[in-house]
């Protein structure tokens, strides 16, 4: 092979290789599945500080990352360990704050169990409940809990849900385990008004809405898919066969 057709062929290669879809800033999705036009930002009369996992970050399907874009004054960390997470002990040690985590357990204090006035005592007055979400499995949870010692003192909120989830398009341990968007909601459904926060005027249900309009949108992609000719449809198997490597596009 002669140089001039070497040239020719790798110019030719660079325009058969694939082609990644360009995905948004702000929601990690692609174009055709982007939601951000139905975030709807809201103050929930507390700040949400949600401690997402690397493995979770890295998921376009993080309900994590969504509930950050729609409430106000949220905060979104990577980490596992957070024992010296300086804005993790920052707003720990911040003396207007009064933080809690969202965690079911023996210790946690059920929100569904308590009166108004119960509620109301959680929170010591002139502070800023700042609840604390871990955004990730189950596993990852566990272990970041017993990892950050920074964390493992702070006062634990739990509920009892009334209803399976609603997150239909990727598998929970057990109907009645919330996602992390849903969890906040249901959260601020049970606390918000000791808080000030007007529940009546659902302006929460915005955390609900954007997650419903994802979740159908990604029902809808699926059906698409399956509609396809069988050797048009994406696999993982066939993707792993051929030796391809990287994040699904």
Not at 110 to 122: G, Q, R, T, V, W
Not at 241 to 246: E, F, N, Q, S, V
Request: net charge positive.
């Amino acid at each position: 092979m002669d140089l001039q057709t070497y040239l020719a062929n790798k110019e030719q290669r660079k325009t058969q290789g694939p082609v990644y879809r360009e995905l948004c800033d702000a929601c990690v999705q692609p174009s055709f599945s982007c939601y951000c036009e139905h975030v709807k930002e809201f103050d929930p009369g507390m700040d949400v500080v949600i401690l997402i996992h690397p493995i979770e970050m890295k998921r376009r399907i993080a309900t994590g990352r969504m509930s950050y874009l729609v409430l106000k004054n949220s905060f979104l960390i990577r980490g596992q360990d957070y024992s010296k997470d300086p804005e993790v002990n920052e707003l720990l040690n911040d003396p207007t704050r009064h933080c809690v985590m969202l965690y079911p357990g023996k210790t946690s204090a059920n929100l569904s169990e308590m009166s108004l006035s119960e509620k109301s005592a959680l929170v010591p007055q002139g502070k800023r409940l700042t609840l604390f979400v871990i955004d990730g499995t189950w596993a990852t949870a566990v272990k970041t809990i017993r990892q950050s010692v920074n964390l493992q003192n702070i006062p634990r909120v739990c509920f009892s849900p009334d209803k399976p989830s609603n997150f239909r398009v990727r598998k929970q341990p057990k109907h009645f385990c919330y996602s992390t968007i849903e969890a906040i909601h249901q959260t601020i459904e049970l606390v918000g008004e000791s808080l000030g926060f007007d529940v009546s005027s659902r302006q929460h249900d915005d955390l609900i809405y954007v997650f419903d309009k994802m979740v159908e949108r990604q029902i809808e992609c699926a059906k698409s898919g399956e509609a396809k000719p069988r050797h048009l449809r994406y696999s993982r198997d066939l993707k792993r066969k051929l030796g391809l490597t990287g994040k699904v596009f």
